[in-house]
């Protein structure tokens, strides 16, 4: 069932966590195919926190070309590199560790160095790199995504920097370094990963308009929203 309101945001409910996982899984594989069908490579931003972390692993066993895939990640939390809270310690463990792409094409953004200087050696990592084909995202019940928070900068203009420095965030631990919104939109496909009652007003806050983060993202194809259909209100759910 999907529903597209006025900004480009497709709505599309699934009846559970394992249709989540598995309608994100072909999302991945087929956006794979395409962009390295059409342009010899992949590349994907990942969302951090604990919904995609059953999608990670059911991507250690895909058939795919994995040379051909370029990883970077949508936030990072600045703690010590192999700290388990750490989205790129949470997806090498579920899933990177166990598939051959080159090191040097896991993005992992330098989180341990502190916010600001991570931030710039992001910023440096993503110079030149041109349209992400599919970026993953997360919604937090305040309605956050990445690590954009409300009443923060969200990096929307678009000579904005593609990496922001965070430094209070109110999901612990408070410094961090997102992509901007503008980074995150020039993408040629955005999946929205969102599960749990937990979210509800997020999404209802969302559906009516309400200035959050999660509506910063605007790329030119709009967005895709996977949620529970008990997410959705009973009127077109
Ligand atoms: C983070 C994430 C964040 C996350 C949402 C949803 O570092 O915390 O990037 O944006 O995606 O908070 O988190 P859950 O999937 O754990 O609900």
Same mark, same amino acid.
């Given at each position: 069932?999907?529903?597209?309101?006025?900004?480009?945001? !497709?709505?599309?409910?699934?009846?559970?966590?394992?249709?989540?996982?598995?309608?994100?899984?072909?999302?991945?594989?087929?956006?794979?195919? !395409?962009?390295?069908?059409?342009?010899?490579?992949?590349?994907?931003? +990942?969302?951090?926190?604990?919904?995609?972390?059953?999608?990670?692993?059911?991507?250690?066993? #895909?058939?795919?070309?994995?040379?051909?895939?370029?990883?970077?990640?949508?936030?990072? !939390?600045?703690?010590?590199?192999?700290?388990?809270?750490?989205?790129?310690?949470?997806?090498?463990?579920?899933? %990177?560790?166990?598939?051959?792409?080159?090191?040097?094409?896991?993005?992992?953004?330098?989180?341990? %160095?502190?916010?600001?200087?991570?931030?710039?050696?992001?910023?440096?990592?993503?110079?030149?790199?041109?349209?992400?084909?599919?970026?993953?995202?997360?919604?937090?019940?305040?309605?956050?995504? #990445?690590?954009?928070?409300?009443?923060?900068?969200?990096?929307?203009?678009?000579?904005?920097?593609?990496?922001? *420095?965070?430094?209070?965030?109110?999901?612990?631990?408070?410094? !961090?370094?997102?992509?901007? *919104?503008?980074?995150?939109?020039?993408?040629?496909?955005?999946?929205?990963?969102?599960?749990?009652?937990?979210?509800?007003?997020?999404?209802?806050?969302?559906?009516?308009? *309400?200035?959050?983060?999660?509506?910063?993202?605007?790329?030119?194809?709009?967005?895709?929203?996977?949620?529970?259909?008990? +997410?959705?209100?009973?009127?077109?759910?």
């Amino acid at each position: 069932m999907d529903l597209t309101d006025s900004c480009s945001t !497709r709505w599309i409910g699934v009846a559970d966590a394992q249709e989540l996982r598995q309608t994100t899984y072909r999302c991945i594989l087929n956006a794979a195919t !395409r962009a390295i069908d059409q342009r010899g490579r992949f590349l994907i931003v +990942l969302a951090g926190g604990s919904t995609p972390r059953g999608i990670y692993q059911m991507l250690r066993d #895909a058939a795919t070309d994995w040379s051909r895939w370029q990883v970077y990640f949508g936030d990072e !939390r600045c703690l010590p590199a192999d700290d388990d809270e750490r989205n790129s310690v949470i997806a090498s463990r579920a899933w %990177l560790n166990h598939v051959p792409i080159p090191q040097n094409q896991v993005h992992v953004i330098p989180a341990e %160095l502190g916010a600001s200087a991570a931030a710039l050696a992001c910023g440096e990592a993503l110079r030149g790199v041109g349209e992400f084909d599919l970026v993953l995202l997360g919604l937090g019940e305040d309605g956050h995504t #990445a690590s954009l928070f409300p009443g923060r900068g969200w990096g929307v203009a678009p000579g904005a920097p593609d990496a922001l *420095a965070v430094f209070d965030a109110p999901k612990p631990p408070s410094q !961090r370094v997102s992509l901007s *919104a503008a980074r995150l939109s020039r993408a040629r496909a955005v999946l929205f990963l969102v599960e749990g009652e937990s979210k509800r007003n997020a999404v209802a806050q969302w559906r009516m308009g *309400a200035d959050i983060p999660a509506r910063a993202i605007h790329p030119e194809a709009g967005v895709d929203v996977l949620l529970g259909a008990t +997410l959705l209100p009973t009127e077109i759910s």
